[in-house]
C-alpha cells in the first residue's frame, strides 16, 4: 500500500485557505460569534498562524472581505461621465453591503479601532481617481478638492448604511449625487 504524505501548506496557499475558510466560518456562525479558533480549525491549521498574520478577527475578516468580493479599488468605474462614476462606486458599496451582511458591518465598525485605517481610505483613493478623470474630460475645472469633499459621497453612504436594516435604495444614492456630492464638487473645484 503507498504511503500518503501531506503536503505542508504555505504562503499563498495557505493564506488563500484561510481566507475561504474565514468567509465560510462568517457566513455560518456570524461575526458576533467567529473566532479565530473557529477559523483556524476550519482551515486545519492552528490559530497562532492566523495571528502571524492578522492582529485580530476584525482584520482577518476585512481580509476575507477582500479576497471574496474583490476590491473596488481593482477595477474603478469608468462610465464616461462624473455622475455615472460616482453612482457607479456607491452602487458597488451597496452590492458589497449585500453580499456582506449588516452583522458583518456593525461588528467591524464595533471593533474599527482595532483595524488599521488603510482600507478605509481605499474609497477616497478611488473617488481621487473618478475626480481626476473628470477634471481630464473636462467635467470640473480641477480635481484639486480638500478630502472631506472628495470623500463626501462615500462617508453619507457608508452613515446610510451603518444606520440601515436593509440594502440603501438606488433612490438615496440618487439623492447623495445630485443633491449633494455634484453640486458640492462644482461649487468647490476651482481651475
Known sequence: MPQQTSQRRRGAALEETILEAAWAE???VGYARLTMEGVAARARTGKQ?????????????????RHSTGS????????GELRGDVL??????????RDIGQDVIHGLLAEAPDLDP???????EVMTGVLERAARRGEIASAELSPRVVSTATNLLRHEILFARHPVPDSTLVEI?????????HATARG
Open 177 to 185: 449625487v445630485d443633491e449633494v456630492f455634484l453640486p458640492l464638487v
Open 26 to 28: 462568517l457566513a455560518e
Open 72 to 79: 473596488i479599488a481593482d477595477q474603478p468605474p469608468d462610465t
Open 49 to 65: 498562524v492566523l495571528y502571524r498574520r492578522w492582529r485580530n478577527r476584525a482584520e482577518l475578516v476585512v481580509a476575507a472581505m
Open 88 to 97: 457607479a462606486v456607491l452602487r458597488r458599496m451597496v452590492e458589497r453591503q
Open 118 to 124: 488603510g482600507p478605509f481610505a481605499i474609497m477616497s
